[in-house]
């Protein structure tokens, strides 16, 4: 085998799915997440990892059953028929696009703070997002093996990162003797005293934002070394190793300055919990280290998506064309236009289109546990791996609490306060996302349905 078309081993797979899942997410959202639970911070984000595990071993359970890549697309295809998978995978293909532009604008953002240049500028952000899908480009056509390792180094860097930081406020904790966790409830006391459902589910999903990325794993299975055995082990251990970090650097800024978490106005919100030049320099370096790290993991799934449809002949044959070294060339060409010009079309406004991307997941969600008791049951036979060891608490019981748990929080959250803006206490429709959910989830789909109806 050409070293250059190498697959994944195992623990490639679980560094892939800790690089897929830390990007921004925990160096941006702690204080809004402490802000909206005070006190229960890290419980919520306990239940937010525990959510996130339910729906990976959902997904790991899937990877067994259809070892073809495309994730979702692939088992909703196996399970329910050529159109329901079309709706997934092309969904899930343009909102995984658009969420890696907005994590290639974080990218891009914070190296123009870091350089003191200006952030909101349309013409250096413009510049420094193509400078940046090039070089994501030129790692991936270099073959699995240059991405394998820039994935890993990426990963190993983050992990340093905020290990570093939990072990520096634990050891300022124990030296100074002093721990504000209490602190806490003078700048969020008004709001967790009237916590109901709807506050939690809000604060749940808030967290779980740090743990999305996992679903997008086994895109590229076909990439990686015996997926059906690997994956359902890999991507369970990723998340544990995860949630173990995630919980220990909230407790650790908590304990520090819970005031100042909340309070910042800093984009890396870690940064302004540590007083210590070096501490707040490697939080800050460790979260570019982050960000670009999943900017490689998300230039490795998406385009796999659209390619995997065209090994199923849904889409144009073009977008399944590799070069020798493996790398899928249009669909990286879409993929990275679809993440350039997007973001670009909204002005680099992050809100509305991340509001496209989260509910695309929350579809996943409910149709690929839906797919795994169809697989487990035994229908569909003839486009699942055989002779796959069945276990019904990971292929009926989790599927099963998977889609109620997703239900219950679609159920109890805040639909209205998302598509809408509030001015003023005055309530106005957010058109660009009510524009971009129909964009996405009627007007592409309809033209690819066309299309292989045409066909």
């Not at 952030?119 to 030129?138: D, E, K, P, Q």
């Not at 808030?206 to 990325?213: E, L, P, S």
């Not at 909230?250 to 302004?272: F, G, Q, R, S, Y």
């Not at 509910?359 to 569909?380: D, E, H, S």
Request: charged share 15%; hydrophobic share 55%.
């Amino acid at each position: 085998m050409d070293k250059a078309t190498k697959k994944l081993g195992f623990w490639s797979i679980v560094l892939l799915t800790i690089n897929s899942v830390i990007g921004s997410g925990i160096f941006l959202s702690p204080g809004s997440v402490v802000k909206m639970s005070g006190k229960y911070a890290p419980v919520i984000y306990l239940a937010a990892a525990i959510f996130a595990a339910v729906l990976a071993i959902t997904f790991a359970s899937a990877a067994k059953y259809v070892s073809k890549g495309g994730a979702a697309y692939a088992y909703t295809k196996a399970a329910f028929g050529d159109n329901w998978g079309l709706y997934i995978g092309i969904t899930r293909f343009f909102c995984a696009a658009i969420a890696w532009g907005v994590m290639a604008t974080g990218v891009v953002k914070t190296v123009l703070n870091i350089f003191a240049l200006d952030s909101s500028n349309f013409a250096y952000i413009t510049t420094g997002f193509i400078v940046l899908m090039g070089v994501l480009f030129v790692i991936n056509i270099c073959g699995t093996k240059i991405l394998e390792f820039v994935s890993n180094i990426s990963t190993i860097g983050k992990l340093l990162a905020l290990v570093t930081a939990i072990l520096a406020g634990v050891l300022i904790v124990i030296f100074t003797g002093q721990n504000n966790f209490s602190e806490v409830e003078s700048v969020t006391s008004e709001v967790t005293s009237n916590m109901d459902v709807q506050s939690i589910v809000m604060a749940i999903i808030a967290a779980f934002y740090a743990f999305t990325g996992f679903e997008s794993v086994a895109s590229g299975s076909e990439d990686m070394e015996k997926p059906e055995k690997n994956l359902p082990k890999a991507i369970p251990l990723g998340i544990l190793v995860i949630a173990f970090i995630y919980i220990g650097i909230v407790l650790v800024c908590m304990m520090i300055d819970p005031v100042a978490l909340v309070e910042t106005k800093e984009v890396v919100a870690l940064v302004d919990v540590f007083k210590n030049k070096i501490i707040r320099n490697v939080i800050l370096y460790g979260s570019l280290i982050s960000m670009f790290g999943i900017n490689v993991a998300a230039s490795f799934h998406t385009p796999r998506i659209i390619e995997s449809m065209a090994k199923q002949n849904q889409v144009p044959k073009i977008f399944a064309t590799r070069t020798d070294k493996g790398f899928p060339i249009f669909s990286m060409i879409v993929t990275a236009v679809l993440a350039i010009v997007l973001p670009i079309a909204f002005n680099y406004s992050m809100g509305s289109i991340m509001i496209i991307s989260a509910i695309a997941r929350f579809a996943q969600f409910i149709i690929v546990p839906l797919a795994i008791i169809t697989f487990f049951y035994g229908k569909n036979k003839e486009e699942i791996v055989q002779g796959v060891k069945k276990n019904f608490f990971t292929d009926v019981i989790i599927p099963v609490l998977s889609v109620l748990l997703t239900v219950l929080l679609l159920v109890k959250f805040n639909w209205v306060k998302q598509f809408t803006i509030n001015t003023d206490g005055v309530l106005t429709p957010n058109y660009l996302a009510i524009v971009s959910m129909i964009i996405g989830y009627v007007f592409i789909p309809l033209m690819v349905y066309l299309y292989n109806k045409r066909k």
